[in-house]
């Protein structure tokens, strides 16, 4: 089994949670980490062999040749210490684990790679855009909640269609749909769609901007 985690989503939670306690260092927080870890894998995978795989965000996201805004509301001003720490807990990993990171790629993407040509697969984090990458030989855990979830196909679909037409606040993608529409809107709509088996229909519904959030929404990367 891989153990596909999102680092950047588990360094952030726990960073700000050891913070509480006071000041913290790069040893503190790599030994941190490395219980984090070995927990999840306790959790997820007991008594089976498993490879953790570490996925990080790499600088100047692809998705940005398609969307300005996105992510743009996000500043790294004031938070120097964090990304220098980052990098250097990564490089104390680098004799442990295996790391994936490359420019304009981000842990999503490597994330999506892995649940799709790695045989069984677990993605690690809490980040309900991972949701859509479900399937029969994907589960998700959210290391949060410490709830390791299994959902089927429309599931899935109502996951990745809920994110593209209804944007994503967080990173700064709009929706597709102008007016009042919202998350009930929605549901009403694609449920419809589903009692009736058209889902093959709702997908080529026309939507403003619907194939740039189709691209920048969905997990996965340009090959």
């Not at 940005?64 to 992510?71: F, H, I, R």
């Not at 743009?72 to 220098?84: N, Q």
């Not at 809920?162 to 967080?170: D, E, Q, R, T, W």
């Not at 993608?173 to 529409?181: E, L, N, Q, T």
Request: glycine share 4%; charged share 30%; net charge negative.
């Amino acid at each position: 089994m891989i153990l596909a985690l999102d680092f950047d989503s588990i360094l952030h939670s726990n960073y700000f949670i050891a913070k509480k306690f006071g000041e913290i260092d790069e040893w503190k927080m790599f030994n941190t980490m490395c219980s984090v870890i070995a927990k999840i894998k306790n959790e997820v995978a007991v008594n089976r062999m498993c490879t953790a795989v570490l996925c990080v965000d790499g600088a100047n996201s692809w998705r940005k040749k398609y969307l300005l805004s996105y992510k743009a509301t996000r500043s790294k001003e004031g938070k120097e210490d964090y990304f220098k720490l980052k990098e250097d807990v990564l490089n104390r990993f680098r004799e442990y684990e295996f790391i994936l990171r490359q420019e304009g790629m981000e842990a999503d993407d490597w994330i999506a790679l892995l649940s799709e040509y790695s045989g069984e697969t677990c993605i690690v984090t809490s980040d309900k855009d991972m949701l859509q990458l479900v399937s029969d030989k994907t589960t998700f855990y959210n290391y949060r909640t410490k709830q390791l979830l299994t959902i089927n196909e429309i599931d899935g679909e109502y996951e990745e269609w809920s994110k593209i037409i209804l944007g994503c606040k967080s990173d700064n993608i709009p929706k597709c749909v102008k007016g009042r529409f919202g998350p009930k809107a929605f549901d009403k709509l694609f449920n419809d769609y589903i009692i009736y088996d058209n889902l093959n229909d709702f997908k080529s519904l026309d939507f403003d901007q619907l194939e740039i959030t189709k691209i920048i929404t969905r997990t996965h990367i340009e090959l």
